[in-house]
């Protein structure tokens, strides 16, 4: 069982935990009891974390990639050593079940190892040679980190967006202010804890709690922040852009997604319908990547339409500490009731609810919506259009491969698809054909450290993850010198 002092501190600034003057209240969404109250910021905070990231940058900027790599597989050492308290964190605090969690958790280990490695090789790339087509100059190349960077997470990942954004930039030899989601701050104040006994040096690493406008907004203007890596919803996104445009900074954006899985006529029928559970039922259906439009060959429409039905109806839903729990709670009853509230309006706009659409009756108290499942969706309806950030899928028979890459392509986000076929070669071209930064065929949604996260059009600005994350903060140097 877990507890928590009666106020949490909620900042970590120059190596130092302090409160804020704004009592927030942190929830268990599966019981809707308060689970602990963080002090979150103001903007007073954040100038002082900034200064504090300022004046530890001028060494940090400095150090190897080797060292740095040591304080990052530190920090994975501690989290591996901690997993287990993690993974209840992250269960009481988003509902999500304990094998999810756990899932997270894992993710956050793995991503750390990854940029550790990549701080290691850092070093002897340091200063490239550029060959110049002549011999009266000489010229290098320098990537070197580009300061001190603000990093503002969401709440449905929230552990794992802050590794993604902060290993990279820790790597780099950036100094970091993080903002957690104020919905789901748990987790983070305990990795900020395993951060602070790795010994980093003060200031490297700080965190703010706090609401999006007493801090995001804040950091998003801050003169001497150098970049913004967000990670949330579109609307916020555009807001942030907007505020980081005054000081010309650097923004990675993650937003969001209405992703596609495409079951062609060919695919194995049963794994089509893993693979569309997974997509829009994991975590609760809070996923910017969840498949949450899914087109079928129309032979195949009718039965896999009856299977899905079936498997949704048999999700085990509840108290995310029970093993045998497969989905949890939405995070809070803000999202408990857009989701409704997109549902009801589906089906206003005409379409047909399959099952689900509602709090399962088993389950009265928490934010718990079960899995849903609608056909005859418009294509004009916010039920299509817009993410929903729920369990709810949107069935849809196509006649043809060239309707189906059509119908996916036909929205003004691009994260990710996936494609169910047997004939790999088929795939493989259908999947080239997909306006998505991350395509799967026959598998679920797995993500490597290795591999890019971003999309298209309005789901993204720029890519997290492999070299491409590391690169997101770094300056590009050239020196040039007469011989
Ligand atoms: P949100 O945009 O409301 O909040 C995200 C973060 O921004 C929070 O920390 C919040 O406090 C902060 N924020 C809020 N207002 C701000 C402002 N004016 N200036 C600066 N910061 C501000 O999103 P959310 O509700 O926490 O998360 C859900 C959304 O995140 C979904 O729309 C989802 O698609 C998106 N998401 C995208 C990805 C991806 O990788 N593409 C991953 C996870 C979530």
């Known amino acids: ?47 002082l974390a900034v200064a504090a990231a300022h004046r530890a940058f001028r060494q940090w900027s400095t150090t190897s990639g080797s060292e740095r790599a ?88 929230p552990m794992v967006t802050t590794a ?11 100094c970091v202010v993080l903002k957690p989601s104020e919905v789901t701050p748990l987790a983070e ?28 907004a804040p950091m998003a203007a801050h003169r001497r922040i150098a970049k913004i890596s967000f990670t949330g919803s579109n609307a916020v996104g555009v807001q942030v852009m907007q505020r980081a445009a005054e000081t010309v900074k650097g923004v990675s954006l993650e937003l969001g997604g209405k992703s596609a899985l495409l079951v062609l006529e060919d695919a194995d029928l049963q794994l089509a319908v893993e693979l569309a559970s997974g997509g829009g039922y994991f975590n609760a259906g809070q996923m910017c990547s969840a498949t949450s439009r899914v087109l ?46 997109h549902i009801e309006a589906g089906i206003e706009a005409g379409a047909t609810l399959v099952t689900g659409g509602s709090r399962p009756g088993n389950l009265p108290t ?41 119908l996916a392509n036909d929205s003004d986000f691009g994260l990710v698809a996936s494609v169910v076929s047997a004939d790999a070669a088929r795939a493989e071209q259908v999947a080239n054909a997909l306006q998505a930064g991350l395509v799967w065929i026959n598998a679920p949604q797995v993500i490597f450290p290795q591999t890019a996260w971003g999309g298209y059009k309005q789901s993204s600005l720029g890519r997290e993850l492999g070299p491409w994350g590391l690169q997101a903060f770094q300056e590009i140097k050239h020196v040039v010198r007469a011989m």
């Open 1 to 47: 069982m877990l507890t928590f002092p009666q106020n949490l501190a909620g900042l970590y600034i120059d190596g130092q935990w302090s409160h804020g003057p704004q009592a927030l209240s942190v929830i268990n969404p599966a019981t809707e009891a308060v689970l602990a109250q963080v002090d979150g910021a103001d903007e007073g905070a954040v100038d």
């Open 70 to 157: 040591g304080y990052l597989r530190a920090i994975a050492a501690g989290v591996t050593a901690q997993r287990e308290r993690l993974v209840q964190l992250q269960a009481c605090n988003n509902g999500k079940p304990l094998f999810e969690a756990g899932i997270d958790v894992d993710d956050v280990i793995a991503t750390f190892t990854y940029y550790a490695e990549l701080a290691d090789g850092l070093d002897a790339r340091l200063d490239s040679p550029v060959p110049l087509p002549t011999d009266e100059f000489s010229a290098r190349v320098r990537r070197e980190p580009c300061g001190v960077v603000g990093l503002i997470v969401p709440w449905n990942f």
């Open 164 to 174: 993604w954004k902060l290993a990279p930039a820790l790597a780099a030899g950036c």
């Open 189 to 216: 104040l305990e990795l900020a804890r395993i951060i602070a006994a790795c010994g980093l040096p003060q200031g490297v690493f700080n965190l703010v709690c706090g609401t999006g406008l007493a801090v995001g």
């Open 296 to 341: 079928v060959a129309r032979p195949l429409y009718a039965e896999f339409v009856q299977r899905l039905q079936a498997r949704a109806e048999a999700i085990v839903q509840g108290d995310p500490f029970e093993p045998g729990t497969e989905m949890g709670a939405l995070v809070n009853r803000v999202q408990y009731q857009r989701v409704l509230g």
């Open 366 to 406: 928490g934010f718990f919506v079960a899995p849903t499942v609608f056909t005859d969706v418009p294509l004009d309806s916010a039920l299509w259009t817009e993410e929903i950030f729920g369990p709810v899928l949107c069935v849809r028979a196509f006649d043809s491969e060239a309707e189906a890459i059509a």
